[in-house]
């Protein structure tokens, strides 16, 4: 998950269906104070993805 320029943040995520579409009902909401206007999903072939990384900029 990256925060980009123009305000608009972009994620990738793979996993089960149900646990992938659980995270986009709460993109969809956004934590507290949030303002989430839009969610743009694009679906690809997954990349297999074996875990994450939490860095601090």
């Not at 996993?15 to 999903?41: C, F, I, N, Q, Y």
């Not at 297999?48 to 939490?54: E, Q, R, S």
């Amino acid at each position: 998950m990256q925060n980009l320029p123009d305000g608009s943040v972009e994620l990738w995520a793979e996993g089960k269906s149900a646990d992938v579409e659980a995270l986009l009902a709460w993109l969809r909401r956004g934590p507290p104070h949030a303002d989430v206007t839009e969610v743009r999903v694009e679906r690809t072939t997954p990349r297999g993805l074996a875990g994450f990384d939490v860095r601090r900029v």
